[in-house]
């Protein structure tokens, strides 16, 4: 599995049954880290998925606040399915939780030193809810989306919005450079052109993991389905991902949601080989 390299992030995993991302994991060097005041948080259990941020950089976030409820998102585009809901983030502690899941997804069952583990993983969760907001708020220059899979709001359960969040994904709002027909394809040239005018949009879609407990019920698949709506909805005729090519599950999973593979490619480290899949409207 890959992750980030910031500020341009292309971890994409579907849990278990995920794709691989186009860049592999650069080292990530441990930095120190302050003791957060976490009375005001709730404690919660680790089978959850909610480990708490530890640095003063994020206290603002209140992990003890409800689930947004449906009156809250009237106005939000959703996907209801099953007993969750596909919809894009609204609140900061949702994007944390994305982080989080990320992390979770990568560092899964891997073999090492626990400590070691965890501070890799809270510093990959701090760097990436920062640059996640940053991207969600268009500083990179680009259209970017974080989806994200909830428990369906229930008036006789109470939940935070740590424990709502299942499963999380990205869309990012992109233009092919003159002369591609497919993103990426300029490499293949050796002085691309690149005119800002009448370029032609795509969509692209990375960091699909969902919570461990969450997983085999229909939550990939449907945030999947959302965010191909919401992509036809802005006018964009094609929408892209990358899958590692021995991840057959994922793999299977795209075809079964029309994705045609377009061209097999090389990771960025050249360590694993990927296919391009694009998903026509």
């Keep these: 599995m890959s992750t980030i390299s910031f500020p341009r992030t292309n971890f994409f995993t579907y849990a278990c049954n995920g794709s691989s991302p186009r860049h592999k994991l650069h080292s990530i060097s441990l930095t120190p ?124 359960v109470q939940r935070t919005v740590i424990k709502s969040v299942v499963g999380t994904l990205d869309i990012s709002i992109r233009h092919l450079l003159h002369g591609e027909t497919f993103p990426g394809q300029h490499k293949k040239y050796r002085f691309p052109i690149i005119n800002t005018k009448n370029l032609q949009k795509y969509a692209y879609i990375s960091n699909l993991c969902t919570r461990k407990s969450a997983r085999r019920q229909g939550i990939g698949s449907n945030m999947m389905r959302f965010v191909i709506e919401f992509a036809k909805l802005s006018g964009i005729k094609s929408v892209y991902v990358h899958v590692c090519r021995d991840n057959k599950p994922a793999f299977n999973l795209y075809r079964k949601l029309n994705f045609e593979v377009v061209e097999m490619a090389n990771s960025a480290l050249e360590e694993e080989q990927m296919y391009l899949l694009c998903y026509k409207a």
């Design 33 to 156: 880290t302050t003791k957060m005041n976490t009375k005001s948080i709730g404690l919660v259990r680790k089978e959850d998925h909610s480990v708490l941020p530890r640095t003063s950089l994020i206290t603002h976030l209140k992990f003890n606040s409800l689930e947004p409820s449906d009156e809250d998102l009237f106005h939000e585009k959703k996907l209801v399915f099953g007993n969750y809901v596909a919809r894009q983030a609204v609140r900061d502690e949702e994007l944390w939780v994305a982080a989080y899941l990320r992390a979770e997804t990568h560092w899964e069952d891997q073999p090492g030193d626990e400590r070691l583990i965890e501070h890799l993983k809270m510093d990959f969760i701090e760097r990436e809810f920062n640059s996640l907001k940053m991207r969600c708020r268009g500083q990179f220059g680009q259209i970017n989306k974080c989806v994200v899979a909830v428990c369906k709001p229930d008036l006789n």
